[in-house]
């Protein structure tokens, strides 16, 4: 088998290396192979081959294996985009989105490397929305947290720049701006979860009625129990205290300070 290395200038081959078939055929499989290295250096060398040694055959360089897709746009969890302005800073654009300059920074740390200066034209992503607080020379985060009335360190939970001490929260904010999360991003939390639309809120009570309802007429009611009840459960088989409370939805301290006596089978119970 004869061993053929790549020549730059393939006019200088002998001929009978030239147009041998390993030769040829080599070339041939380059060019009708996608995964080749086939290019239009192999190509010059194939057509030189065909006008030379009375042979012909396809010397077009194949198609890519695949497409050169469009870059797709950087990832936005908001979905929201702003483009800057001359003279914009970070608190510029914070105060006109309702967003943190902290996090409108950082969430573009690519295109956005000061806030002090940026350059008009690029086109940012908004973090989310939240509640803002604008800082003052004189505050720290627990005095923003007082005034606010949220829990102690909040703030810093909010803002993730923040150190544990606090001891950033003024310079961070002469580079990023005054505006400072004191709620969680994309909204306020209460801690109570709304109901469905439609429906009211019941007020609070403490688990007493204010409306008796007699026992059943057809069930003993078990000793003790009181007959200041709202509504009655008749015990069945499978019943245990805990099932009963989780069905009837009271407080266990409350079932058993109405019910005394809880032995009883096929009794009213006041749940």
Known sequence: MLNFTVV??????????????CNIRRLAMMQASQYSIYDEFYKEQLEYVY????????TDIPPPLSEDLPAEAPYCVTGKRYTTKAGDTCESIANSTSVSGAA??????????SCLHINAGINVCLPLTCETFYVRP???CLTIEKALGLDSGKVRTYNTWINTA???LQDATEFYGKNTYVSPQGGTFTGIVPPPAGTSVPDLVD???RNPTAPPADMPVADG???NCGKWHVVDGGDTCSTICLQEGIATSLFHAVNPSLSAER?????
Not at 8 to 21: A, F, V
Not at 267 to 271: E, M
């Open 8 to 21: 730059s200038d393939i006019s200088k081959m002998p001929k009978d290396e030239l147009c041998h078939t």
């Open 207 to 209: 688990g007493y009625t």
């Open 225 to 227: 129990t009181t007959l």
């Open 104 to 113: 409108l920074c950082l969430g573009n740390q690519d295109i956005l490397p």
């Open 51 to 58: 006008a030379h040694c009375g042979v012909s055959g396809w």
């Open 166 to 168: 606090c001891t950033n």
């Open 267 to 271: 009794a009213a119970l006041c749940p």
């Open 138 to 140: 004189s505050d720290t």
